[in-house]
T-cell receptor
């Protein structure tokens, strides 16, 4: 079993839709949870960061962490074609050198 | 603020050849990382530097991979000899601190080994 599981998709939605992206994990020591966005031929960029359980909202993006279920989600409201990218979840127990990434979900938002 | 720079962007070599990648982190960032991202997978950490010292190289295949960060700024990652399974994107990232801290990634070098 991988430490971090993420459905690779691809996921295609119409513009304006609500998008839900998810990851599950097995290591209960993880307490830092990140979502990265990676455009084609580019490096990942940090989108959202959450510590421990709970919700965090930033504009159209909401990150949720449920440590009891070992499940994290990223919601994108009013999705735009510019949101088309691969979304990677990542998590860490505390150090940058123990960060584990999911495989990424490729999202396409169609105009 | 200039981002993380990497070169070359693309490299095609034959197996058993050697190759080197270069990374220039964001100015002032003490910590530098090299990741390997195989197609369809998330990045995997190869080595982490704090200034010019190695913090973690536990996942670096040391029989063929080497990395250095002279003077605590630029870094090079070398593969010698390359294998087919080394085909991947090699990402460099930097951060200002050592603990959990935002990592800024470069565009990566796409390596194809034939």
């Amino acid at each position: 079993q991988k430490e971090v599981e993420q459905d690779p998709g691809p996921l295609s939605v119409p513009e304006g839709a609500i998008v839900s992206l998810n990851c599950t994990y097995s290591n209960s020591a993880f307490q830092y949870f990140m979502w990265y966005r990676q455009y084609s031929r580019k490096g990942p960029e940090l989108l959202m960061y959450t510590y421990s359980s709970g919700n965090k909202e930033d504009g159209r993006f909401t990150a949720q962490v449920d440590k009891s279920s070992k499940y994290i989600s990223l919601f994108i409201r009013d999705s735009q074609p510019s949101d088309s990218a691969t979304y990677l979840c990542a998590m860490s127990a505390g150090g940058a050198n123990d960060m584990r990434f999911g495989a990424g979900t490729r999202l396409t938002v169609k105009p | 603020e200039a981002g993380v720079a990497q070169s070359p962007r693309y490299k095609i070599i034959e197996k058993r050849q050697s190759v080197a990648f270069w990374c220039n982190p964001i100015s002032g960032h003490a910590t530098l990382y090299w990741y390997q991202q195989i197609l369809g997978q998330g990045p995997k950490l190869l080595i982490q530097f704090q200034n010019n010292g190695v913090v973690d190289d536990s996942q670096l295949p040391k029989d063929r991979f080497s990395a250095e960060r002279l003077k605590g700024v630029d870094s090079t990652l070398k593969i010698q000899p390359a294998k087919l399974e080394d085909s991947a994107v090699y990402l460099c990232a930097s951060s200002s601190g050592l603990g959990y801290d935002t990592q800024y990634f470069g565009p990566g070098t796409r390596l194809t080994v034939l």
